[in-house]
C-alpha cells in the first residue's frame, strides 16, 4: 500500500500559537506521517498558546488517530521579521512578552535548532505564518511603512527562514509556504498589501527551488489554500463571507478543512512529492479554476 511515511524525519512548523489554523493542522498530519514536529511561535502569542497547551484547552484537537496527544519536540521562540537579535529594535527586545524568550531571531531559531539536534538534523519545514498591519486597508490607502511590514513578516520570512535552515537540514529536505489567490487575482478586502507579499511568496517559491535544489537537493513548493476562518484570517474582517462565496462557486461546495491543507502538506513534505519543486499548489476546492460566479449564471448543477 502506497502511504505518506515520515517516519525517521523531523519537522518544522513555524507559525503555531493555536489550534484553530493551517499550522496547527500540517503538525499533526506530519506527526500522524510519523514525523517529530517542534513549532515555532511568535513571542506574543508563545504565553497563551502554553496556557492552553498546559491547561488541556487543545487535548481534543491533539488527539491522534491511535488515542494519544499530539506532542511538540519543541515549541522554539521566533518573531519571523528579525534576522538577528541585533536587528529587533530595543524597546522590543526589553518587552514584556520578548525579554526572557532568548534569541527570537531566525539566527537564534537555526542556532537552537542545530544545538537539539545536530549540524544536520531537521528534514522538514514548514512555513505557515504572514501578518500584515494594514490588511483592512485598500492597496491605495495602504502606507509605504505598512506595505513593507506585510512583505517583510508574510514574504522575505520565508526567504530568510529558507536562508537560515537550509544548511542544517539533511539530503532531500522539504519546505512549504502557505499562499493565497490573492496573489494573482483581486480580491477586495485583502489589503494592506498582503496581496503583493503573496505574489512575491510564491515568485520566490520558484527562485528558492532552484537555488537549494542546485545547491542542497531539498525542494521549496507553496499552497494556495482556500478561505478558512483562523485566527489571522478573521483579522481581514470578511473571512465568513469569503468561505461562503467559495462555497456557492468552487467546483467542490464543502468548505475547506484545515486537515486537507494538513494531509496535502504531509504529502508534499514526502519522499511520494520528490518530484514536485517549485510549485504553487492549489488546495481550495477547485475555486481557482473558475472564471465566472456560479450566480451570475443559468449553470447552477
Ligand atoms: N486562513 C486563510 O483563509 C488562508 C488562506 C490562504 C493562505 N493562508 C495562509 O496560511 C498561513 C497560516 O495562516 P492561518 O490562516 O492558518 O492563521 P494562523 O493564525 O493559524 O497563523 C498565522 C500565524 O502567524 C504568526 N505570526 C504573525 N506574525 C509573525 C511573526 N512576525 N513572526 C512569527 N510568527 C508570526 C501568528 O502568531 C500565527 O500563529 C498564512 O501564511 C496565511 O496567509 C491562510
Given at each position: 500500500?502506497?502511504?505518506?511515511?515520515?517516519?525517521?524525519?523531523?519537522?518544522?512548523?513555524?507559525?503555531?500559537?493555536?489550534?484553530?489554523?493551517?499550522?496547527?493542522?500540517?503538525?499533526?498530519?506530519?506527526?500522524?506521517?510519523?514525523?517529530?514536529?517542534?513549532?515555532?511561535?511568535?513571542?506574543?502569542?508563545?504565553?497563551?498558546?502554553?496556557?492552553?497547551?498546559?491547561?488541556?484547552?487543545?487535548?481534543?484537537?491533539?488527539?491522534?488517530?491511535?488515542?494519544?496527544?499530539?506532542?511538540?519536540?519543541?515549541?522554539?521562540?521566533?518573531?519571523?521579521?528579525?534576522?538577528?537579535?541585533?536587528?529587533?529594535?530595543?524597546?522590543?527586545?526589553?518587552?514584556?512578552?520578548?525579554?526572557?524568550?532568548?534569541?527570537?531571531?531566525?539566527?537564534?531559531?537555526?542556532?537552537?535548532?542545530?544545538?537539539?539536534?545536530?549540524?544536520?538534523?531537521?528534514?522538514?519545514?514548514?512555513?505557515?505564518?504572514?501578518?500584515?498591519?494594514?490588511?483592512?486597508?485598500?492597496?491605495?490607502?495602504?502606507?509605504?511603512?505598512?506595505?513593507?511590514?506585510?512583505?517583510?513578516?508574510?514574504?522575505?520570512?520565508?526567504?530568510?527562514?529558507?536562508?537560515?535552515?537550509?544548511?542544517?537540514?539533511?539530503?532531500?529536505?522539504?519546505?512549504?509556504?502557505?499562499?493565497?489567490?490573492?496573489?494573482?487575482?483581486?480580491?477586495?478586502?485583502?489589503?494592506?498589501?498582503?496581496?503583493?507579499?503573496?505574489?512575491?511568496?510564491?515568485?520566490?517559491?520558484?527562485?528558492?527551488?532552484?537555488?537549494?535544489?542546485?545547491?542542497?537537493?531539498?525542494?521549496?513548493?507553496?499552497?494556495?489554500?482556500?478561505?478558512?476562518?483562523?485566527?489571522?484570517?478573521?483579522?481581514?474582517?470578511?473571512?465568513?463571507?469569503?468561505?461562503?462565496?467559495?462555497?456557492?462557486?468552487?467546483?467542490?461546495t464543502e468548505h475547506l478543512k484545515a486537515e486537507e491543507v494538513g494531509t496535502a502538506a504531509a504529502f508534499l513534505c514526502s519522499p511520494l512529492a520528490s518530484g514536485i519543486t517549485g510549485s504553487t499548489v492549489y488546495v481550495d476546492k477547485g475555486y481557482h479554476a473558475m472564471g465566472m460566479a456560479v450566480a451570475a449564471t443559468d449553470q447552477l448543477l
Open positions: 500500500m502506497l502511504s505518506i511515511d515520515l517516519s525517521g524525519k523531523r519537522a518544522l512548523v513555524a507559525g503555531v500559537a493555536d489550534d484553530g489554523g493551517f499550522g496547527f493542522a500540517i503538525a499533526k498530519a506530519l506527526a500522524m506521517a510519523g514525523a517529530a514536529v517542534s513549532v515555532a511561535t511568535w513571542p506574543p502569542a508563545l504565553n497563551i498558546f502554553l496556557n492552553l497547551l498546559e491547561r488541556g484547552k487543545m487535548d481534543e484537537s491533539r488527539r491522534m488517530p491511535d488515542g494519544s496527544l499530539l506532542t511538540f519536540e519543541h515549541i522554539y521562540p521566533l518573531d519571523a521579521v528579525y534576522d538577528t537579535l541585533a536587528d529587533a529594535p530595543e524597546d522590543v527586545r526589553t518587552s514584556k512578552r520578548y525579554k526572557d524568550v532568548g534569541d527570537f531571531s531566525m539566527e537564534g531559531l537555526a542556532a537552537r535548532i542545530s544545538a537539539d539536534y545536530g549540524e544536520k538534523g531537521l528534514d522538514i519545514v514548514v512555513h505557515s505564518l504572514a501578518n500584515g498591519p494594514e490588511v483592512k486597508k485598500a492597496l491605495m490607502e495602504t502606507s509605504r511603512a505598512g506595505y513593507l511590514a506585510a512583505v517583510s513578516a508574510s514574504a522575505y520570512s520565508m526567504v530568510s527562514l529558507v536562508s537560515h535552515l537550509a544548511p542544517i537540514m539533511r539530503d532531500g529536505g522539504a519546505f512549504v509556504s502557505l499562499t493565497y489567490m490573492a496573489s494573482e487575482r483581486a480580491i477586495p478586502g485583502y489589503g494592506g498589501g498582503m496581496s503583493s507579499a503573496k505574489a512575491a511568496l510564491e515568485s520566490d517559491t520558484r527562485v528558492l527551488a532552484y537555488e537549494v535544489g542546485r545547491k542542497y537537493g531539498h525542494r521549496v513548493n507553496t499552497i494556495s489554500a482556500g478561505p478558512y476562518a483562523s485566527r489571522a484570517a478573521s483579522a481581514i474582517g470578511i473571512i465568513d463571507r469569503m468561505v461562503q462565496y467559495c462555497g456557492q462557486n468552487a467546483p467542490l
